[in-house]
């Protein structure tokens, strides 16, 4: 069995793909496999990935007609023999060091989650995100980024619990990882940032328009599956809070982008709207009551007038 298989989606990114497959064929961890899923690509992606593939035993080369992102790492998974999981998007790289440190790190804690650092790698300058070090399940829904690929998840508890990433939707992390998060029992940090998280001006991610809303089915995903799993009223505070902060801060900042103003109006009112449906109480959650951050500050002020003027000034600061 390999220690570690790497889901590697690819798309059309001809242009970053031999950085990312060269920093993977070089990595320090023996007994890796290497899953690059070529997800219809229509540029030379595919005449690269032959070409390392024909120098590297390690790697399995599967294809598929164009599903998205969540499609072709599931169509990985379905490849994957590891003892863990970890998600690489093809037009990132990583340190050759990073799948040893993190599989070490999880042997040594006998974890079956490890997250490490990462850095903003932007076309002039790179930035550290240097993550917090949180202690309970119940505060990773509070402080853990929520992204696929500076994770190391042991394949069983993927696997065992059916997990996916949803088909055909936006923010398939967010999905991924809260319906992961309570399965989780034992984790743990590589406090290094191994990967480099490239940020393309032109990237699908950059750029907003009314499929922002997809984010609203995302939550009730997830609402669903704590409800249909019988742990909802454990993590009840959690989600509410984790709802409002994504509505309020991340979302929020993605829709007041919008360049169509109908379209954007629309949905920061069924942003708004959404939130007070589910969370009539929201204003009160624990959680959000004793922080004490900037973004805390704000959503704490936020009622219906308040949120009204706060989208047309900052449309004009972050557009």
């Known amino acids: 069995m390999p220690k570690v298989s790497v889901i590697v989606p690819v798309y059309n990114v001809e242009k970053y793909l031999s950085r990312c497959l060269t920093s993977l064929i070089n990595q320090t961890l023996d007994n890796i496999e290497i899953i690059i899923v070529n997800d219809g690509s229509t540029d030379k992606s595919d005449e690269i990935i032959r070409e390392y593939k024909k120098a590297n035993n390690n790697i399995i080369y599967v294809t598929k007609e164009n599903g998205g992102l969540s499609s072709a790492r599931n169509f990985g ?177 993605r829709m007041i982008q919008i360049p169509d103003k109908v379209t954007r109006e629309l949905l920061l009112n069924e942003t708004w709207q959404n939130l007070n449906g589910k969370f009539p109480n929201w204003k009160k959650n624990e959680i959000l009551q004793r922080n004490n951050t900037v973004n805390g500050f704000f959503m704490k002020s936020m009622n219906d007038t308040t949120f009204k003027i706060y989208t047309k000034v900052l449309r004009l600061v972050w557009r």
């Open 77 to 253: 998974l379905i490849y994957a023999t590891g003892e863990y999981i970890a998600f690489l998007d093809s037009d990132d790289y990583v340190d050759r060091n990073i799948y040893k440190k993190m599989y070490e790190k999880a042997k040594e804690t006998n974890s079956d989650y490890v997250e490490c650092d990462f850095i903003w790698q932007y076309e002039d300058h790179q930035k550290i995100d240097t993550g917090y070090r949180y202690t309970n399940k119940k505060e990773m829904f509070e402080k853990a980024r929520v992204v696929a690929w500076n994770k190391l998840i042991k394949r069983e508890l993927i696997v065992d619990n059916k997990l996916e990433f949803p088909v055909g939707l936006n923010y398939e992390d967010v999905e991924f990882f809260y319906k992961l998060l309570p399965h989780i029992e034992r984790f743990a940090f590589v406090e290094e940032p191994l990967v480099y998280y490239t940020q393309r001006p032109n990237s699908i991610v950059n750029k907003q328009d009314y499929r922002t809303k997809q984010i609203f089915k995302v939550l009730d995903d997830v609402i669903d599956y704590y409800k249909n799993n019988g742990i909802y009223q454990e993590y009840e505070k959690e989600i509410e809070y984790t709802c409002t902060r994504i509505l309020l801060c991340s979302s929020l900042k």
